[in-house]
């Protein structure tokens, strides 16, 4: 037998894609493949590419393209793999394999196969699979930090997303299996763990009968980690129940990520979302009594088709009202397949710009004062990164999460991937500044 050959990942796309490939990472290693960071040196390039708007489309064919000029061996994986499989195979002959996104686990057999001279093509039309703690993972984020996938797949429909046709229906894992991964990270010194899937608050609905997340809350509490992250947190599933155990868990942070994407019951019916037009408000201002400290992280699409200039007010006066601690905001991405795609009163890209521009120019004197307001505090700050120019240190506390929200940036010493308490002096309108306090006692 000849020596293996050596593959590159190119990953794209969010953190449930990273996961996917941390996943074949970790699978390609254990049966022998040396993986290389390097593409030049790599003799495949596996690209895990995103198909969630048309900008992430785009950057996966500039991927794409590139690599194959190169004369690179590539293998097409993740979402773009599963919505556009004929075309790729058709315009990118250079593509030895296509997998998608239910079959990544298959990708060892996808390489020997190929290795026999087959141009493979491994995609489910309806993905069930999804991995857990026994499936072998190498991590690529950086050292203190990992996600934990809890469910996979999406059993809404809202108007605009193209993902529950890309990665299935909602399929959750149990709680023995998401605490056993949790005790393996913590074991690996993992200081932040950050709980992903489509819909978080709806973990568990599929495999108990009724949403679960309280009861996982509360399980991976007993886990020896310091801070417990949770993202997509959907208003109606923030029960009193789920709000008890953020309360009651101590490492649990009250983070809570809730994507609205509108404010209007008219455009969120046509979203397909009547149900939250009915509780935006009122949620909120029940989770900001029941949890003062919480932060609040959201995302606003607009430009939706019918949108009108009353719409767009009212979410400008809903974002002004509620003072989110962050806020995303994308201009609507029509896309094929799903029924926003076809609707009437689609919007000029020019005045979904300037809205884009005006709600963030909202939104910015209100993330300012929101930064003020943590001058003169001592807070505690995960390091990440140190910059090697300088020697000084790059974090985030428990109001940041990684790559959406803003950074810490430190003078002092701490060692990357350990928890450190830091005496923030000043802010700017995303990020804040600080020392290291080195006699400060809890």
């Known amino acids: 037998m000849g020596e293996k050959p050596t593959i590159a990942i190119s990953h794209l796309g969010c953190e449930k894609n990273r996961i996917d ?23 495949y390039v596996i690209v895990n590419t995103c198909s969630f708007i048309e900008a992430a489309r785009q950057e996966s064919v500039r991927t794409l393209v590139e ?39 298959k990708i060892v057999n996808v390489i020997e196969r190929v290795e026999q001279g087959e141009q493979v093509k491994e995609v489910s039309l309806e993905p069930t699979y999804i991995a857990d703690e026994t499936t072998p993972r190498y991590r690529t984020t950086t050292e203190g930090v990992a996600y934990l996938r809890v469910a996979e797949g999406c059993d809404y429909r809202c108007a ?32 932040e763990i950050i709980l992903i899937s489509q819909i978080t608050t709806n973990y568990g609905l599929d495999i108990y009968g009724k949403p679960k997340l309280a009861e996982l809350l509360r ?27 953020i309360q009651q868990t101590q490492n649990v942070l009250p983070y809570l990520d809730l994507p609205l994407q509108h404010s209007h019951p008219d ?36 430009g939706f088709p019918g949108e009108t200039a009353e719409h767009f007010e009212h979410l400008l006066e809903f974002v002004q009202k509620h003072e989110f601690d962050h806020v995303g905001v994308f201009t609507f991405s029509p896309e094929e397949g799903t029924p926003a795609y076809k609707l009437a009163n689609q919007l000029p890209q020019s005045v979904m710009d300037e809205r884009w521009h005006r709600l963030m120019a909202l939104q910015e004197p209100i993330a300012g004062k929101k930064n003020q307001q943590e001058i003169g505090k001592i807070v505690e700050v995960l390091i990440e990164q140190e910059n090697p120019e300088t020697g000084k240190l790059i974090g985030r506390s428990g109001r940041f999460s990684p790559e959406v929200d803003g950074q810490i940036y430190i003078d002092g010493e701490g060692k990357l ?15 804040l500044y600080g020392q290291v306090v080195n006699s400060y006692q809890k």
């Open 267 to 302: 455009i969120l019916r046509s979203m397909n979302r009547p149900w939250q037009g009915r509780v935006n408000d009122g949620i909120i201002e029940r989770i900001k009594a029941a949890l003062p400290n919480a932060v609040l992280r959201t995302t606003f699409i607009v």
């Open 219 to 245: 399980a991976l509490g007993k886990v020896d980690v310091p801070w417990i992250r949770m993202h997509y947190a959907y208003p109606t599933g923030l029960t009193p129940d789920v709000i008890e155990a």
């Open 67 to 105: 690599l194959a000029e190169a004369n690179k061996k590539v293998v097409i994986t993740g979402c773009m793999a599963q919505h556009f499989q004929e075309q790729l195979l058709e315009e990118l002959p250079e593509a030895v394999a296509l997998v998608g996104t239910g079959d990544y686990h």
């Open 160 to 191: 605009f997303c193209i993902i529950p046709y890309l990665r299935g229906n909602q399929r959750s894992r149990t709680i023995e299996s998401i605490v056993a991964e949790a005790e393996q990270l913590a074991s690996q010194g993992v200081q």
């Open 417 to 431: 991937g350990t928890i450190v308490p830091v005496a923030i002096h000043s802010a700017d309108t995303y990020d």
């Open 21 to 43: 490939t941390e996943h074949m990472l970790g699978l390609l290693a254990e049966a022998g493949y040396g993986v290389d960071t390097n593409e030049e040196l790599a003799d």
